[in-house]
């Protein structure tokens, strides 16, 4: 494999915990980590403009293979410059392989040894997603890191079913690095997948390692699994990684998950969470979840978090928030969706304070105290 587009540097470790601050450089920028990726399915992150997305100190965005294949197009994105022309975000972006639609779209899919048959969700025509179909779609799109496709199977699933897709993902992993034609300036990682077995996940990250990719993800995680069993995945998972490549814990974003799991040594982390619970009026505060719909803020008018200096919780209050929502006013998702935004990398941005400071333990213990990881929401929130 040529020279990689990526340098990833660890900048320091902490002592309290196996977290450490790295500095991930791509074609595009700079990423400070560990980081959070905000999710723009479609080339856009919903309710907001780059320059927004921008401004809440987003670093890096993940855009979706399988749904931008479908519309506009791969070719369409490539005759415009790529993802960063066509989209209008200037900063790195990453490319998920497709590969989590075999588990989110399984009642529309059928998997064999060379790939997944989909129908589409859109009009039910079929699509063929094999790993050369999936580097070319990517190739195309222009991300400055991109997955290998693999199999995520669903949870829960019989040994049989996951051991079969730890081998597909092996074998297609191998063909996806063969069918890279973009070395030059984009990344490729590969997935560890295996489930909750622990030593499907061993067999999964050595086969793996042996392609030597210039980062790794942990895939498989966040389908439905009990949380002690994702974080049982982490712990299992981690050490296996080369310590010097990036790490990458796929669809996990509740904020007590980005504490914890980056201080067991993750790098970095997408999820829908902060942007879809904005659109769902669940808005995140250093005191918990705020409901906004609730009548309890009908005549609030106080910052909706005392401690965001956002643009939201600058200039509006609770009592205009739950309006806004609650007459369905598209300006209510908008702002919703720039505070959560903002509270998440703000977030962050204390995480990686406290691990270069060496007390990543007490910074969680903190957040705990103070109520950030209070309320819980569900998806339908």
Sequence with gaps: MSPSPLEFT???????????????????????????????????????????????????????????A????????????????FTGWKGPILTDSGGYQVFSLGDLNKVDDDGVTFRSHLDGDEVRLTPRRCMEIQNDLGADIIMAFDECPPYPASREQVEAAVGRTSRWAELCREAHSREADQALFGIVQGGCFDDLREESAR?????????????????????EDMRRVVEVTVPL????????????????????????????????????????????TSKGVVKIRNS???????????????????????SYL???YQRSEILGPILGTIHNLTWFQRLMSQ????????????????????????DRPSAGD
Excluded at 217 to 227: F, Y
Excluded at 296 to 318: G, K, M, V
Excluded at 353 to 370: M, V
Aim: one cysteine or more; proline letters at 7%.
């Design 322 to 324: 739950r309006h806004l």
């Design 241 to 284: 990684l080369p310590p010097d490549r990036p790490r990458y814990l796929m669809g996990v974003g509740m904020p007590e998950d980005l504490v914890d799991m980056s201080l067991q040594g993750i790098d970095l982390f997408d999820c829908v969470v902060a942007t879809r619970h904005a659109r769902n009026a669940g808005l995140f």
């Design 296 to 318: 309890a803020w009908e005549r609030d008018y106080n910052p909706l978090d005392d401690d965001c200096s956002c643009y939201t919780c600058r200039e509006f209050s609770r």
């Design 70 to 85: 479908l519309r506009p197009g791969s070719d369409v994105v490539r005759e415009a410059g790529g993802l960063h022309e």
């Design 207 to 227: 086969q793996l390692l042996e392609l030597d990719f210039p980062g790794y993800a942990i895939g498989g995680v966040s389908v439905g699994e009990p949380p």
């Design 10 to 68: 660890v900048v320091s470790e902490d002592e309290s915990s196996a977290a450490r601050l790295g500095r991930l450089q791509l074609p595009h920028g700079v990423v400070d980590t560990p980081a959070f990726l905000p999710v723009g399915t479609q080339g856009a992150v919903k309710a907001v403009t780059p320059e927004q997305v921008a401004g809440t100190g987003a670093q890096m965005i993940l855009a979706n293979t399988y749904h931008l």
């Design 351 to 374: 995480l990686r304070e406290a691990i270069a400071a060496g007390c990543g333990l007490e910074f969680r213990k903190s957040c705990r105290e103070k109520g950030f990881f209070s």
